[in-house]
Nanobody
Framework: QVQLVESGGGLVQAGGSLRLSCAAS????????MAWFRQAPGKEREIVAA????????SYVESVKGRFTISRDNAKNTVYLQMNSLKPEDTAVYYC?????????????????WGQGTQVTVSS
């Protein structure tokens, strides 16, 4: 069993930056593909970024490319999401997720473990 705890959310003005962290316990994250999802009010949960177990490959939803960076520190059992040039449309609850299986996975049903979420609010 993996427990995930997100932190780093908050209120920021448009154009600002935040760094989200996802700390894992229970098992090492070495073997897991990790991802960040977000869910805005009234919308479906969507994947924002994903990173392979080694950290050698990352992927992003088109709307955040060039602004967000996902990274991981396996020694610290932690995954990060650096968010720059934030826009009001980035406002959402951000969730960290872990997936044991390898291969590309972009839907929430393909991930096995979830954190409780952290709110990100971007004011205009």
């Amino acid at each position: 069993q993996v427990q995930l705890v997100e932190s780093g959310g908050g209120l920021v003005q448009a154009g600002g930056s935040l760094r989200l962290s996802c700390a894992a316990s229970g098992r090492t994250l070495w073997w897991y593909t990790m991802a960040w999802f977000r869910q805005a009010p009234g919308k479906e949960r969507e994947i924002v970024a994903a990173i392979t177990s080694s950290g050698g490959s990352t992927s992003y939803v088109e709307s955040v490319k060039g602004r967000f960076t996902i990274s991981r520190d396996n020694a610290k059992n932690t995954v990060y999401l650096q968010m720059n040039s934030l826009k009001p449309e980035d406002t959402a609850v951000y969730y960290c997720a872990a997936r044991m299986a390898t291969g590309r996975a972009t839907t929430k049903d393909e991930y096995d473990y979830w954190g409780q979420g952290t709110q990100v609010t971007v004011s205009s």
